[in-house]
């Protein structure tokens, strides 16, 4: 039995592959990012071995992640910050919760955390109260529109700037407008107001540095410096497999990062925090709160074949080159995290029986572990999905019809016979192909069958080499 | 302390299982890498005075960063009343650091020193934040500065529009000398907030279309002076 979200995947990716509309949207955006990576990735001296340094400083990190997390959280503890070890995403919550009404607070503005996603954060919190506000564009869009993102670097992606204009007409009561400069006022005239009077910031983090009790966020609006300076409290939501060994690490890692999301050389703003204000310093919030989520990552890493998932620095850059995403759209996954890398990690955080689904959406064409700036073995690791999955639960039919295609493939006498018998039935399948009785509904209703060949290869062979 | 030994638990027991290493001789998987430096795979970034100064200048028009390489103090001084009347200025944010005391009072308007303490909305309300930094990166075009060195952390980011002015000695020539330098700086006692700053703040949320001044300054300026005789620092 399919589960619900593998139906909800269906009925929205088949409609979503059928929006022209959205497709030329979608492709028209991913066509200037490639443009802008690649032209950023060429400037590399050696962009291949920048990739293997980068996959082995991940490996060194995530393969000692005890050592690196302990040093990262008694550096941070060390000088003034609250660290909070959370297991599961309702422990997380509930810190979160208890904080918020521990200072009585009544306004939290956020920057952009996929982590807070996964956790269910915002829905927490607005049901407890608080006005929770989103800073990051993006972010900001989709939370008025009360949608999920839709992809994890380019949060509202799909959206024109039309139906921007009418959503801020709507609901900020602003002038309609086709500018997207005036669009992006009206969102920080917004949201200034918003930081004067927020009391907790609560961010993500891109990295957490171990020699030094830090954390590093990565952004280009400066919405992240805003809810990480102004608020009396600052929470960062983590999860514990962000960790880097060493400061200098962020070298490579900070223009990496930039070149494979965003096409950039390096982002706006690249901070990094290692505590609430210091005796000597003249402002920042008076409490700085780090909490480190668990949340089944520890299966994953106990899996040491997929392991390497946890390397991801959530670029995105697998979703730009994916062409499942590029056509079902980011939403359908139904998952925080979209694309390649979704649909590896999303069965072993949420469960394999829901999520099995998703490695089959795919092509296996290894665009993903290409591109992938750590190296992360995508496309392997949906086919090693996908095997888990059929050990879990495979069909009667499925294993019928593998069967007769192995007997098939080992016994070219009757290959030969069933091929041939096939090109005679196949004119009479060309007048039920597409309809309800053809039994090969599933290729033929949105594409045409291909012709079987007059002769096979092997006869071709033969005639050749007489 | 007891969720951290849980969790710390559960890793340990994760690991007892081996991962393949990365597909590469070098990874010993001790920490002791190869021993190369991201210098050597990173853009190229030159080493001479002249050739880091052009290469940051070259950066900045990419990025929409208004540079400017003057000769004196007195040419900064004259910068900064143009930049005034063009721009209509009426409030500085500003903080303690010596080559700031000297040319501010030129500048003819009030200053609101991050020093006494000023409300958010105050410094919201200033047309300008001008700070100096920690040093300027040519490979990338951007600017470090810390909260101990540059007035704070709201300073650089609240106004409309942020000066950074620097000495040509502070000019480095890429991102790993650039944490050379926090580390030779700070390394007993880090600021609690660290940037680095790569143009004026951008968005690309709307259709990818670039808007500049999403929620940080939407100007950027550096001015890049020469070093004082006898080399004394800002």
């Given amino acids: 039995m399919p589960s619900i979200f593998e139906d909800q995947f269906r009925s929205s990716a088949s409609k979503l592959t059928g929006d022209l509309r959205h497709r030329s949207l979608i492709q028209k955006s991913l066509k200037g990012y490639e443009k802008s990576r690649d032209e950023k990735q060429a400037r590399f001296q050696d962009w291949e071995a920048a990739r293997l340094a980068a996959a082995e400083t991940k490996w060194e990190a995530i393969n000692h992640l005890d050592k690196y997390l302990s040093e990262f959280a008694d550096n941070l503890t060390a000088r003034g910050t609250k660290v909070f070890w959370a297991s599961t995403a309702e422990d997380a919550r509930n810190y979160m919760l208890n904080l918020a009404l521990e200072k009585r607070a009544r306004t939290i503005i956020k920057s952009k955390t996929m982590t807070s996603e996964e956790i269910h954060l915002n829905e927490a919190l607005a049901k407890a109260g608080y006005d929770v506000v989103e800073s990051d564009l993006g972010e900001f869009i989709v939370q008025l529109r009360g949608e999920v ?318 | 302390m007891s969720q951290r030994n849980e969790i710390l638990g559960r890793i340990r027991e994760a690991l007892r299982l081996e991962a393949h290493g990365p597909k590469h001789a070098g990874a010993t998987g001790d920490g002791a890498r190869t021993g190369a430096t991201p210098r050597e795979w990173l853009p190229v970034a030159p080493n001479d005075q002249e050739g880091m100064a052009e290469a940051f200048a070259r950066n900045c028009v990419e990025l929409r960063t208004q540079y400017s390489h003057v000769a004196s103090p007195a040419e900064l001084i004259r910068k900064l009343l143009e930049l005034k009347n063009a721009e209509g200025w009426k409030l500085i944010a500003s903080h303690r650091a010596p ?87 700070y390394s007993d006692n880090y600021p609690s907030f660290i940037t680095l700053i790569t143009g004026p703040s951008r968005t690309g949320d709307i259709e990818r279309i670039l808007v500049l001044g999403a929620h940080g300054p939407r100007i950027l300026t550096v001015v890049l002076l020469p070093d004082e005789k006898g080399g004394s620092t800002l």
């Fill in chain 2, 99 to 185: 080559i700031l005391s000297s040319i501010l009072p030129s500048v003819g308007l009030p200053i609101l020193l991050m020093e006494n303490g000023p409300a958010i909305a105050d410094i919201e309300r200033a047309d300008v934040g001008i700070t100096v930094c920690d040093a300027l990166i040519a490979q990338t075009g951007s600017i470090l500065l810390t909260s101990r060195s540059a007035g704070g952390r709201a300073l650089s980011v609240l106004p409309p529009h942020h000066v950074v002015v620097a000495r040509e000695s502070q000019l480095l020539p890429d991102l790993t000398a650039a944490f050379e330098l926090l580390k030779k700086t």
């Fill in chain 1, 149 to 466: 993102p839709y992809h994890l670097v380019f949060p509202a992606m799909h959206l024109t700037r039309d139906e921007i204009s009418h959503l801020f007409h709507e609901k900020l009561g602003s002038p309609e407008t086709d500018n997207p400069e005036e669009l992006t006022m009206t969102a920080r005239r917004e949201m200034r107001i918003k930081y004067c009077k927020a009391d907790i910031g609560i961010s993500g983090a891109n990295f957490a540095v171990a020699e030094t009790g830090m954390i590093s966020i990565t952004e280009n609006e400066g919405n992240a410096r805003l809810t990480t300076s102004l608020p009396k409290i600052h929470v960062a939501l983590l999860g514990i497999e962000k960790v880097l060994p060493k400061l200098g690490d962020l070298a490579l890692f900070l223009p990496m990062l930039a070149t494979a999301g965003t096409g950039q050389q390096l982002t706006c703003y690249n901070s990094m925090i290692g505590g609430p204000r210091q005796a000597d310093e003249l402002d920042g919030p008076e409490e700085f709160h780090v909490i480190l989520l668990d949340n089944r990552r520890t299966q994953l890493l106990a899996d040491a074949e997929q392991r390497d998932a946890l390397h991801c620095i959530r670029c995105g850059a697998c979703l730009n080159v994916c062409p499942i995403f590029r056509n079902v759209g980011g939403q359908s996954y139904g998952t925080t995290y979209q694309g390649p890398i979704g649909s590896v990690i999303t069965p072993h955080l949420r469960g394999l029986p829901d999520w099995k689904h998703l490695s089959f959406a795919s092509s296996l064409c290894g665009a993903c572990t290409e591109t992938c700036p750590v190296k992360i073995d995508l496309h392997h690791h949906l086919l090693q999905n996908r095997r888990n999955a059929t050990a879990l639960e495979s069909s009667q039919l499925d294993r019928n019809s593998f069967r007769a295609f192995a007997f098939l493939v080992n016994h070219p006498g009757v290959f030969e016979v069933v091929a041939k018998v096939s090109r005679l039935l196949q004119p009479l399948h060309r007048l039920v192909a597409g309809s309800k009785i053809d039994p090969l509904l599933a290729w033929t209703a949105t594409r045409e069958a291909p012709i079987i060949a007059k002769e096979s290869f092997r006869q071709y062979w033969k005639s050749q080499h007489k």
